[in-house]
């Protein structure tokens, strides 16, 4: 498999614009994370989908924010309008979660960068 | 609310030293508890996990140790080479889904 996959890698946009960050899981993961990463705060749970409907958006730091998973092989992270403070490297991550030991894999990630 | 606290945040030491990573957390009622492994610009690697009802994980010369009633994690690596330099994070989780991270400990070992 390829791992999980993230578009784009690198996105440079100006304030006020929408950014539409993009993630395909591993074939048969029925778990779904976006994490944000920044130097201040570290890595944070944004939201969370299980079998493509999410369980835990509690994360999600603004209406600004959404998430949707139209079906299992697809997510994308909307920021509308985008502001300087959204500047992080976003990481999208996917599980099986079948047994007690199955971890979670992660994306690239995509790094932003709000001007 | 869940914290996770790693300490220190950065480490340099000459290859070939044993070296400890520590990690702490608020709430003992976790599901599990996971180190991995970041490199620049790159995603992050699972490296060992802990479940609750265990004391410790070896991978190779890397070893996971874990008291809950203390609230604390370590990783041990042994023998640390140039390739062991990385950010390494530290998370658990409440209960068995999402994932609450620390902020990390970057190790750089120089040959």
């Known amino acids: 498999d390829a791992g999980v996959i993230q578009s784009p890698r690198h996105e440079v946009t100006e304030m006020g614009q929408e950014v539409t960050l993009r993630c395909k899981p591993i074939?048969?993961?029925?778990?779904l994370f976006w994490y944000r990463q920044t130097m201040m705060r570290g890595l944070e749970l944004l939201i969370y989908?299980?079998?493509?409907?999410?369980?835990?958006d509690s994360g999600m730091p603004e209406d600004r924010f959404s998430a949707k998973m139209p079906n299992a092989s697809f997510s994308t992270l909307k920021i509308q309008p985008s502001e300087p403070r959204d500047s992080a490297v976003y990481f999208c991550?996917?599980?099986?979660?079948?047994?007690?030991?199955?971890?979670?894999?992660f994306g690239p990630g995509t790094r932003l960068t709000v001007l | 609310k869940q914290e996770v606290t790693q300490i220190p945040a950065a480490l340099s030491v000459p290859e070939g030293e044993n070296l400890v990573l520590n990690c702490s957390f608020t709430?003992?009622?976790?599901?599990?508890l996971q180190w991995f492994r970041q490199d620049p610009g790159k995603g992050l690697t699972s490296l060992l996990l802990?479940?609750?009802?265990?004391r410790e994980q070896t991978s190779g010369r890397l070893n996971a140790s874990l008291d809950k009633s203390s609230g604390r994690s370590t990783l041990y690596i042994a023998a640390s080479q140039p390739g062991d330099s990385a950010t390494y994070l530290c998370?658990?989780?409440?209960?068995?889904?999402?994932?609450?991270f620390g902020k990390g400990t970057t190790l750089s070992v120089s040959s």
């Open positions: 991550a996917s599980s099986p979660y079948r047994v007690s030991t199955d971890t979670q894999y």
């Open positions: 998370a658990v989780s409440p209960a068995g889904t999402a994932l609450i």
């Open positions: 802990i479940q609750s009802s265990q």
């Open positions: 989908f299980n079998n493509n409907v999410p369980i835990d």
């Open positions: 709430d003992s009622a976790i599901y599990n």
């Open positions: 074939s048969g993961h029925d778990y």
